[in-house]
């Protein structure tokens, strides 16, 4: 049965590749499995039918012989540990490359999110300025480690593994504030990442979804 993963069918960063179905859309192209993906609309996220299958009402969610998945970093790990290709045979290895995809999600990624919703929700307040200094020292210090730990490595431990392509997608997080760019090799890191042919079908497949959900929009009567 091919699997079948659910993204925005309208996301909100615009065909950026920042939302979470993106991670899944690669690893499944860098593992070489065929997906189907089904698209909702905020309100139908929030249905009974989505919330049965994640019961926070967001994406992506993951379906295949009857196993229903939510979160992105557990569909990553199921995927990866079924398929050859990011996860590597040694089990000490194997066992790094999963310490690092928690990594991405529990130590890197957090101070990441904060810093987006504060200028989502806080940045017309007086204060925001001064809470945004806070917040880049935060993501700053993380980075810090992060490069320290990968010196001139190509990736974070051997080959490239699961660990690194959910490292990219949250470093990716921060394209737009440039601060992934003071870090010369987390910059390098993140290129060479996101030039991998996989990572290029699965942004042009999510991309794809926008421009037809924008040229839709364009060419509807007006009301």
């Known amino acids: 049965m091919t699997p079948t993963i659910t993204a925005f069918e309208r996301s909100p960063d615009r065909g950026a590749g920042l939302a979470r179905d993106m991670r899944v859309r690669w690893t499944l192209e860098e593992l070489g499995q065929p997906y189907q993906v089904r ?5 139908e996220m929030k249905q009974p039918a989505h919330l049965a299958l994640h019961p926070f009402g967001q994406i992506p969610t993951f379906e295949e012989d009857g196993l229903a998945l939510f979160e992105s970093g557990a569909i990553i790990l199921h995927l990866a540990e079924r398929h050859p290709g990011l996860l590597p045979a040694d ?3 194997r066992s790094r490359a999963i310490a690092w ?3 991405a999600l529990s130590t890197v990624e957090p101070p990441i999110v904060e810093r987006s919703m504060a200028w989502l929700f806080e940045r ?3 204060w925001y300025a001064q809470r945004l200094t806070m917040l880049d020292e935060r993501v700053r ?3 810090g480690e992060l490069s320290r730990h990968l010196g001139d490595a190509d990736w974070l431990d051997g080959d490239f593994s699961a660990g690194d ?3 990219t997608t949250v470093l990716l997080r ?4 440039g601060i992934v760019d003071e870090f010369a090799n987390l910059a390098a890191y993140v290129a060479r990442a996101t030039a991998r042919p996989a990572y290029q079908r699965a942004f042009a497949a999510q991309r794809e979804v926008f421009l037809q959900a924008q040229a839709a929009a364009e060419s509807a009567p007006a009301p």
């Open 39 to 43: 698209l909702l609309s905020f309100a």
């Open 91 to 93: 089990s000490g290895a």
């Open 101 to 103: 995809m928690f990594a």
């Open 124 to 126: 017309e307040q007086s």
């Open 141 to 143: 210090r993380r980075l």
């Open 165 to 167: 392509l959910l490292m």
């Open 174 to 177: 921060l394209q737009s504030a």
